[in-house]
Structures are given as structure tokens and as C-alpha cells.
């Protein structure tokens, strides 16, 4: 009698593998392989065959191929445009990601309105909330347009149809985690089930060639809940960032197949829905009301220089210190705590240490460095730092402070916003109002940081 076989999946990750184990040797996950049914096996075998029945065509010299002409279109929001490289990319398949309420369906339902404006047929698909919910939402977004078609269904198949049964220009998934598909017996959500669902959807994308965009959530630990293959299959990745009582919100690339993930799209909740921000000044920072651990500082969100405050709480420790951080590199602060340690001789390691980055901006360059440590410094020695001063630097596990990119536009950004003074690595190349102390050690701040 032949063997029956077997295969298990690990639900968090995708690893396959014959043997039963008890934890995952791809993402270390305990309990999380679980056994396929004979019929998703057969399902795996079935798709993974169409490449090799489809892959009848001859390769080509890449000198003979035309390339590929690609006419982007407008979402009607610029900041979107902007994430996106330039607007939204025909027969492309986008997956938005974000928090629970950080304003996917209401981002994207309001595209879904500009485009519908713009004469464009648009099919909203949404397996969580009924089409009335999402009208009383579109009546709010001045999102009511006759092309903006609601559809409330989990089930791929009668979606598939319905994207069959009309030439839809945008499609609009909410959310990936709850269509199901019948041809894998998995719970919605499920591996199995989210790749079945991208797989039909990149499918559908490419040959009808209809910009579809999908919306996941994500994990506490900020992944999309789901397999990381979903990542793999789509052409473009974003992220909402952004503290949910505040009502800014950054739209983050994390991968495009069409143009670079440089760029953030900054937008503001109110009444009216998801709108692209008018203006960044002073937008996560109160100068009147600098206290002790706070530091100002520029980053570069893509082209935009953003002045943010970066706070730090310092305080004696009772029993094993503790380091945790929000919006910056948890590793980055314990180095920074470790350099501090050995080049200024402060007991930090009997100090827990709170790092928070105001707006709930997630800091991703190393220029903050220096302001991080003025923050540090500010709180342990409960002095406020001066609410003109900036501090700008990379430090490096010397304790020497590297340039930074982009300096004459942040310099210039910090004049305009009204402030005198900056702490820099360099001296900067063009004439610059600001008056610049260049510090080149960590050693050599502190002179200056309560100046
Ligand atoms: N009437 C209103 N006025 C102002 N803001 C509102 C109003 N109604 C909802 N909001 C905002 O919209 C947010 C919900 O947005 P939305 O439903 O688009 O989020 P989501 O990311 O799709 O969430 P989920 O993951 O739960 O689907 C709320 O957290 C709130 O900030
Ligand atoms: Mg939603």
C-alpha cells in the first residue's frame, strides 16, 4: 500500500515540511505547523504546475525586448502619488498595511471616490464592514460618486466574478485577511489562504491589467499578519506609521517594483476622512513647552526635512536596568546608553531609559544620534535643554560624530521654522543664518548641550 503523504505549514511563516515539528526552523515560532489536507496539497501541486505548463516561450536577448510603457495615473492625492512614484501604476498590485484604526478603509475608500470622479469604474470590496457601513463612511469622505461600486463579500470566487462581469479600472480589497476561498479548506487569514487569495489577485492584476489594492493589518510586532510571502508576491508594499491619538499620519514605502521607497506620504485625520497634510511646521514639536528630556532635532522623511522632538526619561533603577524605546532603534539606544557609559563615565546601567519619538514617527536614519543623547543627558541631569538649539549627528561606536546627508536643506528648514542655533557634525558647505557649533566627539557636546 503506498504511503500516504503528508506535509506540515508553519501559520506564521509558510515553511513546508514533511516532519511534524514542535517549533519552526524558518521563523522559531512554537506550535505553528500545522498538517495539510490532501486536497491543499493537490492545490499546491496544481499551482505551482501552471509555470511549468505556461513556460512554453523562448528566452529572448534582452537587447531584442521592447520595454514596458508604463502610464501612471493620478490617485487624486498627491501625498499618495508621491509614495507611490509618481501615481498608481496600471496592472499593479499594492498592499497598504496599518495598525487596527489608523485609517486604511478610509484612505482608501476616499481614492476610490477620486477616482470614481474621474470617470474611472471603481469596484470597493470589503468583507468586514456591510455597504451601508461603508456609504455612511463615504458620505462623510465626499466619497458618493455612481462609477464607486460597494461590494460586502468574503468569498473570492463571487468576487472574481464580479470583476469579470464589468471592465473595472481600480479594485479596492478590505482586507486580505478575510476573503476565503473555497479551493483551500483553511480558515480565512490562514497561509494557505492569504497566498491562494494574492496569488488569484496578482493574477486577475496582470492579465486585465487593473491596479488592485489590497489592505492588511498588521501584527503587534508591525508585520502583516499573514505570511511573509504576501510581501514577496505584491509589486509594492506601504505602511501606516503614526500614533492614532494624534491626527498625522505617515504612509511609509517599503517596497516598490515601480519606483523608490524613499519618499513618505504625510496626511491628516479629521471629519472629512484621510487628507494629504497641508503643512509639516511645527507639526511634532512644542517649543514653548520644552522640558527636561526633550531634544529637538531634523530628519529627512525622503525629500522633506521634518523637525521632530525625541524625549527620553532617565531614572534610577530598582533592580535589573531597563532600555525601551518607541519610534527608534531599541540595539541603537543600548549603544548609545553603552557609549555614554565608558566616554562620560555616567552610571546608566543602574538607570532605567525611556526613549519616545514624538508623533509616533518612526525614526529610520542615524541623524537623530546626537539629539537622543541630549535628550539622555537633559533628563539625567533634569536640566531643559535651549528650545533654539538643534542637534544633528551619527555617532559611532568611538563616540565620533559623523556627517550627515542633506545638511544645508535641514540647516535650512530649521532657519525657516524661526530657530538660531544648531549642534552639527560639519561645518556646512553653504552660508547658513544659523549659528553652527560643530561638535566631532561626544566628549565635546556636552560643553554645548545646555548652551
Ligand atoms: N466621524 C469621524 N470624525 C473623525 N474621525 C473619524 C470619524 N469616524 C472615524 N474616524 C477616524 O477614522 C479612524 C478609523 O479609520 P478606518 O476605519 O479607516 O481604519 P482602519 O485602518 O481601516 O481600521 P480597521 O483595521 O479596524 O479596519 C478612527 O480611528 C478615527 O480616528
Ligand atoms: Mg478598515
Given at each position: 500500500?503506498?504511503?500516504?503523504?503528508?506535509?506540515?505549514?508553519?501559520?506564521?511563516?509558510?515553511?513546508?515540511?514533511?516532519?511534524?515539528?514542535?517549533?519552526?526552523?524558518?521563523?522559531?515560532?512554537?506550535?505553528?505547523?500545522?498538517e495539510?489536507?490532501?486536497?491543499?496539497?493537490?492545490?499546491?501541486?496544481?499551482?505551482?504546475?501552471?509555470?511549468?505548463?505556461?513556460?512554453?516561450?523562448?528566452?529572448?536577448?534582452?537587447?531584442?525586448?521592447?520595454?514596458?510603457?508604463?502610464?501612471?495615473?493620478?490617485?487624486?492625492?498627491?501625498?499618495?502619488?508621491?509614495?507611490?512614484?509618481?501615481?498608481?501604476?496600471?496592472?499593479?498590485?499594492?498592499?497598504?498595511?496599518?495598525?487596527?484604526?489608523?485609517?486604511?478603509?478610509?484612505?482608501?475608500?476616499?481614492?476610490?471616490?477620486?477616482?470614481?470622479?474621474?470617470?474611472?469604474?471603481?469596484?470597493?470590496v470589503?468583507?468586514?464592514?456591510?455597504?451601508?457601513?461603508?456609504?455612511?463612511?463615504?458620505n462623510?469622505?465626499?466619497?458618493?460618486?455612481?462609477?464607486?461600486?460597494?461590494?460586502?463579500?468574503?468569498?473570492?470566487?463571487?468576487?472574481?466574478?464580479?470583476?469579470?462581469?464589468k471592465?473595472?479600472?481600480?479594485?479596492?480589497?478590505?482586507?486580505?485577511?478575510?476573503?476565503?476561498?473555497?479551493?483551500?479548506?483553511?480558515?480565512?487569514?490562514?497561509?494557505?489562504?492569504?497566498r491562494?487569495i494574492?496569488f488569484?489577485?496578482?493574477?486577475?492584476?496582470?492579465?486585465?491589467?487593473?491596479?488592485?489594492?489590497?489592505?492588511?493589518?498588521?501584527?503587534?510586532?508591525g508585520?502583516?499578519?499573514?505570511?511573509?510571502?504576501?510581501?514577496h508576491m505584491?509589486?509594492?508594499?506601504?505602511?501606516?506609521?503614526?500614533?492614532?491619538?494624534?491626527?498625522?499620519?505617515?504612509?511609509?514605502?517599503?517596497?516598490?517594483?515601480?519606483?523608490?521607497?524613499?519618499?513618505?506620504?504625510?496626511?491628516?485625520?479629521?471629519?472629512?476622512?484621510?487628507?494629504?497634510?497641508k503643512?509639516?511646521?511645527?507639526?511634532?514639536?512644542?517649543?514653548?513647552?520644552?522640558?527636561?528630556?526633550?531634544a529637538?532635532?531634523?530628519?529627512?522623511?525622503?525629500?522633506?526635512?521634518?523637525?521632530?522632538?525625541?524625549?527620553?526619561?532617565?531614572?534610577?533603577?530598582?533592580?535589573?536596568?531597563?532600555?525601551?524605546?518607541?519610534?527608534?532603534?531599541?540595539?541603537?539606544?543600548?549603544?548609545?546608553?553603552?557609549?555614554?557609559?565608558?566616554?562620560?563615565?555616567?552610571?546608566?546601567?543602574?538607570h532605567?531609559?525611556?526613549?519616545?519619538?514624538?508623533?509616533?514617527?518612526?525614526?529610520?536614519?542615524?541623524?537623530?544620534?546626537?539629539?537622543?543623547?541630549?535628550?539622555?543627558?537633559?533628563?539625567?541631569?533634569?536640566?531643559?535643554l535651549?528650545?533654539?538649539?538643534?542637534?544633528?549627528?551619527?555617532?559611532?561606536?568611538?563616540?565620533?560624530?559623523?556627517?550627515?546627508?542633506?545638511?544645508?536643506?535641514?540647516l535650512?528648514?530649521?532657519?525657516?521654522?524661526?530657530?538660531?542655533?544648531?549642534?552639527?557634525?560639519?561645518?556646512?558647505?553653504?552660508?547658513?543664518?544659523?549659528?553652527?557649533?560643530?561638535a566631532?566627539?561626544?566628549?565635546?557636546?556636552?560643553?554645548w548641550?545646555?548652551?
Amino acid at each position: 500500500m503506498a504511503k500516504k503523504k503528508t506535509l506540515f505549514e508553519c501559520q506564521a511563516c509558510g515553511f513546508q515540511t514533511p516532519r511534524w515539528m514542535g517549533k519552526c526552523p524558518s521563523c522559531n515560532e512554537w506550535e505553528s505547523l500545522v498538517e495539510l489536507s490532501a486536497q491543499q496539497i493537490q492545490f499546491l501541486k496544481e499551482s505551482s504546475s501552471i509555470t511549468s505548463q505556461t513556460a512554453t516561450s523562448k528566452a529572448k536577448p534582452i537587447t531584442d525586448i521592447s520595454e514596458d510603457n508604463i502610464i501612471r495615473f493620478s490617485s487624486g492625492s498627491k501625498e499618495l502619488d508621491l509614495v507611490l512614484g509618481g501615481g498608481i501604476v496600471p496592472g499593479s498590485l499594492t498592499l497598504i498595511g496599518g495598525s487596527p484604526g489608523i485609517g486604511k478603509s478610509t484612505l482608501l475608500l476616499k481614492i476610490a471616490g477620486n477616482l470614481a470622479t474621474q470617470e474611472r469604474t471603481v469596484l470597493y470590496v470589503s468583507g468586514e464592514e456591510s455597504a451601508g457601513q461603508i456609504k455612511l463612511r463615504a458620505n462623510r469622505l465626499d466619497a458618493n460618486h455612481e462609477k464607486l461600486y460597494l461590494l460586502s463579500e468574503i468569498n473570492l470566487s463571487t468576487v472574481i466574478s464580479e470583476i469579470s462581469s464589468k471592465s473595472y479600472n481600480f479594485i479596492v480589497i478590505d482586507s486580505i485577511q478575510t476573503l476565503y476561498s473555497e479551493e483551500t479548506p483553511s480558515a480565512p487569514g490562514s497561509v494557505t489562504q492569504v497566498r491562494t487569495i494574492t496569488f488569484e489577485l496578482m493574477r486577475i492584476a496582470k492579465s486585465l491589467h487593473i491596479p488592485i489594492f489590497i489592505i492588511g493589518h498588521i501584527t503587534k510586532d508591525g508585520s502583516i499578519a499573514g505570511p511573509r510571502v504576501l510581501e514577496h508576491m505584491v509589486d509594492t508594499v506601504l505602511y501606516f506609521e503614526g500614533d492614532t491619538n494624534s491626527e498625522l499620519r505617515l504612509l511609509r514605502g517599503f517596497k516598490n517594483r515601480f519606483g523608490s521607497t524613499n519618499e513618505v506620504g504625510i496626511f491628516e485625520m479629521n471629519s472629512r476622512g484621510l487628507n494629504d497634510a497641508k503643512s509639516m511646521a511645527g507639526r511634532f514639536f512644542d517649543k514653548e513647552k520644552l522640558q527636561s528630556g526633550s531634544a529637538l532635532t531634523v530628519i529627512m522623511e525622503g525629500s522633506r526635512p521634518i523637525i521632530i522632538e525625541v524625549q527620553a526619561l532617565v531614572s534610577e533603577s530598582y533592580g535589573h536596568a531597563k532600555r525601551s524605546s518607541t519610534g527608534f532603534d531599541n540595539n541603537r539606544l543600548n549603544m548609545l546608553l553603552a557609549l555614554l557609559e565608558k566616554k562620560l563615565d555616567l552610571p546608566l546601567g543602574t538607570h532605567d531609559v525611556y526613549i519616545n519619538i514624538s508623533g509616533g514617527i518612526k525614526i529610520n536614519e542615524p541623524s537623530a544620534d546626537l539629539a537622543i543623547i541630549a535628550a539622555i543627558l537633559s533628563s539625567y541631569r533634569d536640566r531643559a535643554l535651549s528650545s533654539e538649539t538643534l542637534f544633528l549627528g551619527e555617532v559611532s561606536l568611538t563616540g565620533e560624530i559623523r556627517e550627515v546627508s542633506g545638511l544645508a536643506q535641514r540647516l535650512k528648514e530649521i532657519e525657516t521654522q524661526g530657530f538660531k542655533k544648531a549642534i552639527v557634525p560639519a561645518k556646512p558647505i553653504e552660508k547658513s543664518a544659523i549659528k553652527c557649533f560643530i561638535a566631532d566627539e561626544v566628549s565635546k557636546v556636552v560643553e554645548w548641550i545646555f548652551v
